[in-house]
Antibody, heavy 120, light 110 residues
Framework: EVQLLESGGGLVQPGGSLRLSCVAS????????MNWVRQAPGKGMEWVSY????????YYADSVRGRFNISRDNSKNTLYVQMNSLRAEDTATYYC?????????????WGQGTPVAVSS | QSVLTQPPSVSGTPGQRVTISCSGT????????VNWYQQVPGTAPKLLIY???QRPSGVPDRFSGSNSGTSASLAISGLQSEDESDYHC???????????FGGGTKLTVL
């Protein structure tokens, strides 16, 4: 059974940093691209970042490029996102999301999400 | 402002057929497949339709997808109370090199 378990969310002040983690199980982690997708309260989904199975290809939404850094440790079956220079508009639930393959095709599994609140 | 455009809400009565539209551009829906996700409020989304009209195992055939040019649609026939959820469309955008979503559509079963 595929499981994605996020952690690391919380309350942070504007300008602060946070690192989210996602531990994956139930599939061969290194073979699949992974993503972070977020949802602000009462809003729709916003894709944040993508990383290929080997970690060599990454993409970012314009809204986070230069501030967020996605990475993965395939030996630990863990996906990360380092979030710096956080803003109020980054407040959202962050989901760890598995791609169907090692390329953008569709999201076949979602974690339960971890909330991030940016506020003073 | 979402890149893909969905109606904020739709409604129907049990047994009815409803459709949810998703409009995009040539760099996303016009060139790449559209996927649909169902989200019960307060929970994580789940895959409902992929590659325009394919259903994952376990999704009833009451749910179907279609596309035409730069638009796609999700149809739900034989509406049931448990279908009351938020529905999100998504596609890869070749110009942005990223996934784009619609704003989500809230389905109410009257």
């Amino acid at each position: 059974e595929v499981q994605l378990l996020e952690s690391g969310g919380g309350l942070v002040q504007p300008g602060g940093s946070l690192r989210l983690s996602c531990v994956a199980s139930g599939f061969r982690f290194s073979r699949y691209a992974m993503n972070w997708v977020r949802q602000a309260p009462g809003k729709g989904m916003e894709w944040v970042s993508y990383i290929s199975g080997g970690g060599g290809t990454t993409y970012y939404a314009d809204s986070v490029r230069g501030r967020f850094n996605i990475s993965r440790d395939n030996s630990k079956n863990t996906l990360y996102v380092q979030m710096n220079s956080l803003r109020a508009e980054d407040t959202a639930t962050y989901y760890c999301v598995k791609d169907y393959g090692n390329y953008p095709y569709y999201f076949d599994y979602w974690g339960q999400g971890t909330p991030v609140a940016v506020s003073s | 402002q979402s890149v893909l455009t969905q109606p904020p809400s739709v409604s129907g009565t049990p047994g009815q057929r409803v459709t949810i539209s998703c409009s995009g551009t040539s760099s996303n829906i016009g060139f790449n497949t559209v996927n649909w996700y169902q989200q019960v409020p307060g929970t994580a989304p789940k895959l409902l339709i992929y590659s325009y009209n394919q259903r994952p195992s376990g999704v009833p055939d009451r749910f179907s997808g279609s596309n035409s040019g730069t638009s796609a649609s999700l149809a739900i026939s034989g509406l049931q109370s448990e279908d009351e959820s938020d529905y999100h469309c998504a596609a890869w955008d070749d110009s942005l090199n990223g996934w784009v979503f619609g704003g989500g559509t809230k389905l109410t079963v009257l």
